[in-house]
Structures are given as structure tokens and as C-alpha cells.
T-cell receptor, first 110, second 113 residues
Framework: AQTVTQSQPEMSVQEAETVTLSCTYD???????LFWYKQPPSRQMILVIR??????QNATENRFSVNFQKAAKSFSLKISDSQLGDAAMYFC???????FGAGTILRVKS | SAVISQKPSRDICQRGTSLTIQCQVD?????MFWYRQQPGQSLTLIAT?????????ESGFVIDKFPISRPNLTFSTLTVSNMSPEDSSIYLC??????????FGPGTRLLVL
């Protein structure tokens, strides 16, 4: 992707609730991957979920799922049953040479 | 996934000096990258480390400032040269696995005084 936009600098969710993080992108590539990464205070970049652009089916990994709308160039992340350990910075990224969004800080309230 | 290690994990350096960061992967990979994450910012790609040839740098990054070596398919180094406080960042290496997923090392936290 040439540009990746995360319009939510910060989000909060109550423990056990569901939250959706937004991401839009722009690319001229015909085949590409999209990712969500989590960065806790340790600064380690942890892969949360990935989506191949040629697949219409939305990716799911346990409590994490995406809503991939290729025509709208939208790639949102839904976290279900939020846990305290989900609190972190979340980055959306895409393209064959990864371009990152600005990130969304997720806070989880107990 | 991939097991990626970086050395050093953190360092404090004086301005004008240089620091070389090492990245080691547990198996051979074709694509290896170096990123910078400035304080409070997102990740920015510095360069693609090419095995057997010169690294490919992104706009705004030059070889004289960030020389990169890639002697084999499991190892790469990034040098931050003639450092200034503006170079204080986290530097991360990453690799791409065959399925197209990019995995990151733990990062090197650099503080330049």
C-alpha cells in the first residue's frame, strides 16, 4: 500500500466487550497483503492477523477478525471479548513493502 | 513464524559516534528489511537488505548514514553513522516468510546524547 490511514488515535473498551479499529488504505498493487500488528509496551511487533487481498473471505484468528472491503479499501479489526492483555498500540499495515498506519492506542477498562 | 534476534537490545551513545545493530534469523530468508520507529511514531522503512548486492534505500535514507550489510540469508547489520539526538529511535529488522507474512525482531532502542 502506498498510504495507510488509521483515523482513531485512541480507543477504549470495557473488558469482555467488543471493539473495532478502523483502517483505510490506498494502493496501486493488484495483489497484496494486509496486516494488523500489536505493539505492547515492550515494543515487540506482534502479528495479530493477516488478509490476502485476493481472498474475499474475512480472516479470523480466535477473538480477532477483520472486515475487509476491497472496493472501499477498508480493513478494520474487530476484537471480541476484550481482555486486559489486549491493551496496546495497534498498527494496520499493507503492501508488499509494508507501509504502516499511524497506530491506534487501545485501552481496556476493567 | 520466525525467530529473530537483534543485538544490542538497547544502547546509549554519544553524538558523532556510530552503532552497528545485528539481526539474526533462525532460518534462511530472501527478504529482510530495516525499519525505524521514532518516539511516539509509527514504523518507517529504511531499506531492503539484499543478499549479495547493495541495499535498496527508501526516500529520505542514504547509504552513508545507514550502511547495511547482508553477507548471507540469515544475517544482516545496520549501522547508524555519525549519530545525532534525532537518531534516537527503535530500530527493527524484519523478514518475510514464504507465505508473505512479515515478522519483526525485538528491536534495538537507541538513545543518542
Amino acid at each position: 500500500a502506498q498510504t495507510v490511514t488509521q483515523s482513531q488515535p485512541e480507543m477504549s473498551v470495557q473488558e469482555a466487550e467488543t471493539v473495532t479499529l478502523s483502517c483505510t488504505y490506498d494502493t496501486s498493487e493488484s495483489d497484496y497483503y494486509l496486516f494488523w500488528y500489536k505493539q505492547p509496551p515492550s515494543r515487540q511487533m506482534i502479528l495479530v492477523i493477516r488478509q490476502e487481498a485476493y481472498k474475499q473471505q474475512n480472516a479470523t484468528e480466535n477473538r480477532f477478525s477483520v472486515n475487509f472491503q476491497k472496493a472501499a479499501k477498508s480493513f478494520s479489526l474487530k476484537i471480541s471479548d476484550s481482555q486486559l492483555g489486549d491493551a496496546a498500540m495497534y498498527f494496520c499495515a499493507g503492501g508488499n513493502k509494508l507501509v504502516f498506519g499511524a497506530g491506534t492506542i487501545l485501552r481496556v477498562k476493567s | 513464524s520466525a525467530v529473530i534476534s537483534q543485538k544490542p537490545s538497547r544502547d546509549i551513545c554519544q553524538r558523532g559516534t556510530s552503532l552497528t545493530i545485528q539481526c539474526q534469523v533462525d532460518s534462511q530468508v530472501t527478504m529482510m528489511f530495516w525499519y525505524r520507529q521514532q518516539p511516539g511514531q509509527s514504523l518507517t522503512l529504511i531499506a531492503t537488505a539484499n543478499q549479495g548486492s547493495e541495499a535498496t534505500y527508501e526516500s529520505g535514507f542514504v547509504i552513508d548514514k545507514f550502511p547495511i550489510s547482508r553477507p548471507n540469508l540469515t544475517f544482516s547489520t545496520l549501522t547508524v553513522s555519525n549519530m545525532s539526538p534525532e537518531d534516537s529511535s527503535i530500530y527493527l529488522c524484519s523478514v518475510v516468510r514464504q507465505e508473505g507474512t512479515q515478522y519483526f525482531g525485538p528491536g534495538t532502542r537507541l538513545l543518542v546524547l
